[in-house]
């Protein structure tokens, strides 16, 4: 077995922490040594229960069908023994033995942008606007392909057809959750989604923290739009700080209970986010620049029916597209500067 192969045996061993087999390969001397000790070594290490269960997963665990499963499902392991393994994820306590990969790496600077599952229209609005000024910019937008916030980022962030990155809690080849598999596949066809869990794996509530270290590991910062003092994205937030990364937080109503997260994170000394612009500044990364691309059928018949300011509602009842794609053209027109958005949701010129 090389080191490649045993790097993706031991990520596949179920029941011991990521912690655990960091460890274990740092006290055998290698992840090659780790995978061969003797009973006797395991036990000491790993305690008798610990022991027997990693014996029994190594004495049937083949690593070539690990490999083999994920090129069936269009992915790629990419092992900390590959030199393109991310470097930033690479850097953190914690990093993945091994990741499974649908679609291509990022090589942009990546910015995670997460929130709430269920965001005001304002929240998933920003959330939106917030991928897509990112990606104008030439960052990769990075979430976790959940409802609510981080769906309107990944949108956002193809509408002008940047790259963006899903880290998912179950198998690359697992549909959660239900409802997003075209939006899966975008993901995959213009970035990546990313899982440590091997082709198969089912979604499970523990799964979701532990991924969670990784969206904040393969970014420099991470913007908290709209969130719950309970809410996973504050924890997102926590490891974004362990780790070394930048924070912001998108400040909202003191009314909207979504905005009680991001104000504890404002009030603890995070970036203040009304806009990507804001994040960039901090980050040093220059606004996008250069000639703007030339405006389809639909969005030049959009911009005509704004000759006096509008809601969406009322664009979609002139019938110029469904809710969902007259939403995605607005936000798309906006980060060009060829719409505003008004304090009363209506849209102008």
């Known amino acids: 077995m090389n080191e490649r192969e045993a790097w993706v045996i031991l ?22 040594e780790a995978v061969a000790l003797r009973p006797s070594a395991l036990r000491d290490l790993l305690g008798e229960r610990g022991a027997r269960r990693l014996q029994d997963f190594l004495a049937r665990a083949d690593p070539q069908r690990l490999i083999e499963d994920a090129k069936r499902c269009q992915a790629e392991v990419v092992t900390l023994a590959d030199a393109h393994y ?3 994820l690479r850097a953190i306590a914690d990093p993945p033995l091994a990741l499974y990969v649908r679609g291509q790496l990022p090589r942009e600077v990546c910015v995670a942008v997460v929130g709430t599952r269920n965001p005001s229209a304002d929240g998933e609005y920003v959330a939106r606007r917030m ?8 960052v ?3 979430s976790g392909l959940a ?56 979604a499970a509530k523990h799964h979701f923290p532990l991924r969670n270290r990784i969206i904040s590991g393969l970014s420099r910062a991470v913007v908290v739009v709209e969130a719950t003092l309970r809410s996973g994205a504050l924890i997102t937030a926590d490891l974004a700080l362990e780790q070394g990364r930048e924070v912001f937080a998108v400040p909202g109503s003191v009314l909207n209970p979504r ?16 806009s990507a612009c804001d994040v960039l500044r901090a980050l040093e990364i220059p606004h996008a620049s250069g000639r703007v691309p030339e405006l389809g ?18 664009l979609v009842a002139a019938r110029l597209g469904s809710a969902a ?13 060829l719409v505003r958005r008004l304090q009363d949701g209506r849209y102008a010129r």
């Not at 596949?12 to 090659?32: D, F, W």
């Not at 897509?132 to 910019?137: G, H, N, R, V, Y």
């Not at 059928?297 to 509602?313: T, V």
């Open 11 to 32: 990520n596949a061993a179920p029941g011991i922490s990521v912690r655990t087999k960091h460890r274990l390969v740092e006290a055998a001397g290698g992840v090659r």
């Open 86 to 88: 991310p470097q930033l």
């Open 131 to 138: 991928g897509a000024e990112l990606s104008a910019a030439g």
């Open 140 to 142: 990769c937008v990075v």
């Open 147 to 202: 409802r609510g916030v981080d769906a309107a980022a990944h949108r956002g962030s193809l509408e002008p057809g940047g790259p963006t990155v899903a880290v998912l809690g179950c198998g690359v080849d697992v549909h959660y959750p239900a409802g997003h598999e075209a939006l899966a596949d975008q993901v995959a066809a213009h970035g990546a989604l990313v899982s440590e869990y091997p082709p198969g794996t089912r």
């Open 259 to 274: 905005s009680a997260g991001p104000h504890r994170l404002l009030r603890e000394g995070a970036g203040w986010a009304e």
């Open 297 to 314: 059928p639909a969005e030049r018949q959009l911009l005509e029916a704004l000759g006096e300011p509008r809601y969406p509602d009322e």
């Open 325 to 337: 794609a007259v939403n995605a053209l607005l936000v798309a027109l906006e980060v060009r500067g």
